[in-house]
């Protein structure tokens, strides 16, 4: 069974940091791009980093680009979401999921909060 | 990176059906054969019911169908049931291996 687990999430104050953990299991992990994807409070969802299968690669949503790094470890089942210099804007539920080859997120996590607050 | 338009809510009775619509730029939606489509209930996490515009992966049933025009998107459900009553999000590959997320939309089964 697929099974991917975030985790990490918490208060951060703006300008701080925070990483965030979403370990996987049930499938060849290495053999899939992982993605972190994140709802605001009653808000709709928005895609903010990938990750290739080999970790070589990595691309960002232009709101988090420079502060956000997609990070991953092969050996260890399991990606990471850096978060740098947070700003309330970033306050969301943020969830890892699996995208196998096309264009689509067939498993997702169930998520970890982070609060962007002093 | 713009969200991707989706009419706020849609309503209909069970055995009706509805249509959400998703739309785009020739960017996103109109430049690929990549749209999908997720069903979110209140606290829980996104659940893929469509994938490449028209494709169900496995276990979907079939009442769910989805088609493209230009740079709109649409999901369809029909014979609507009370458990379809959820958030849908349409997303699409936005190029530069990018994606956008659609605003959402409430489905409600009166």
């Known amino acids: 069974e697929v099974q991917l687990l975030e985790s990490g999430g918490g208060l951060v104050q703006p300008g701080g940091s925070l990483r965030l953990s979403c370990a996987a299991s049930?499938?060849?992990?290495?053999?899939?791009?992982m993605n972190w994807v994140r709802q605001a409070p009653g808000k709709g969802l928005e895609w903010v980093a990938s990750i290739t299968d080999t970790g070589f690669r990595t691309y960002y949503a232009d709101s988090v680009k420079g502060r956000f790094t997609i990070s991953r470890d092969n050996s260890k089942n399991t990606i990471y979401l850096q978060i740098n210099s947070p700003r309330a804007e970033d306050t969301a539920v943020y969830y890892c999921a699996r995208r196998p080859a096309g264009e689509l997120f067939d498993y997702w996590g169930q998520g970890t909060l982070v609060t962007v607050s002093s | 990176q713009s969200a991707l338009t989706q009419p706020r809510s849609v309503s209909g009775s069970p055995g009706q059906s509805v249509t959400i619509s998703c739309t785009g730029t020739?960017?996103?939606?109109?430049?690929?054969?990549?749209v999908s489509w997720y069903q979110q209930y209140p606290g829980k996490a996104p659940k893929l019911m469509i994938y490449?515009?028209?494709k169900w992966p496995s276990g979907v049933p079939a009442r769910f169908s989805g088609s493209k025009s230009g740079n709109t998107a649409s999901l369809t459900i029909s014979g609507l049931q009370a458990e379809d009553e959820a958030d849908y999000y349409c997303c699409s590959y936005a190029g530069n291996y990018t994606r956008v997320f659609g605003t959402g939309t409430k489905v409600t089964v009166l």
């Open positions: 049930g499938f060849p992990f290495i053999s899939y791009d």
């Open positions: 020739s960017s996103d939606v109109g430049g690929y054969h990549y």
């Open positions: 490449d515009v028209s």
